[in-house]
């Protein structure tokens, strides 16, 4: 099979080869390339955030983000295939800036809602700019990270209410509350 290429210019100024018959805008790809190094960002941060759990031994703490880490690479890697397979250029991200050190277990989760917010913001701006553009097989296919995004968003919602719940108890009683998964 003989493919047609062409140099493309994104946005960054990067000039990337793509696909004649690429499916995805130019612009959704860009911004859905924005979304792997932001998925890639939470991973390596689950990472920290599981370390920091292990060194403390908060066995479920610890569990639970080790999970999440390896979810939101599978975010990343299911966007980057999209890509590719839609006739774009997909980005592998340099990860940077990785907060490593947390005040409190509490403050880890809090921590991580609001990067599941972040996320949640980022994934809304993408599947408008889809709409915008017409680009219907992006938006079909960010559907699916949109409720994704809303069970991230309860799950966490819901381990910060256990810690109203336990207020003052011991930090090992409230891990053993917290879910694995």
């Known amino acids: 099979m003989l493919f047609i290429v062409t140099l493309f210019k994104t946005k960054k100024g990067m000039n990337t080869v793509v696909r004649k018959q690429m499916s995805i805008h ?35 703490a610890k569990s639970f983000f080790y999970k999440q ?31 490593n050190d947390f005040e409190s277990l509490r403050g880890v989760y809090e921590a991580s809602l609001e990067q599941e917010i972040s996320v949640t913001e980022s994934i809304y701006k993408i599947f408008k700019a ?9 938006e079909i296919f960010l559907q699916w990270f949109i409720t994704e995004q809303s069970e991230e968003e309860d799950t966490f919602r819901s381990i910060l209410d256990i810690f109203d719940l336990m ?4 930090l090992k009683m409230v891990d053993e509350r917290l879910p694995m998964e």
Not at 130 to 138: H, L, N
Not at 167 to 170: D, I, L, T, V, Y
């Open 130 to 138: 889809a709409r915008k553009e017409d680009d219907f097989v992006s």
């Open 26 to 60: 130019p612009d959704v790809m860009d911004l859905l390339n924005n979304q792997i190094a932001m998925e890639m960002k939470a991973s390596a941060s689950y990472l920290a955030m599981a370390s920091w759990c292990d060194q403390r031994e908060l066995l479920n």
């Open 69 to 99: 880490a390896e979810e939101e690479r599978e975010h990343a890697m299911k966007i980057f295939t999209f890509i590719n397979d839609n006739g774009g250029a997909a980005v592998s991200p340099n990860v940077t800036n990785v907060n």
């Open 167 to 170: 207020e003052g108890m011991p």
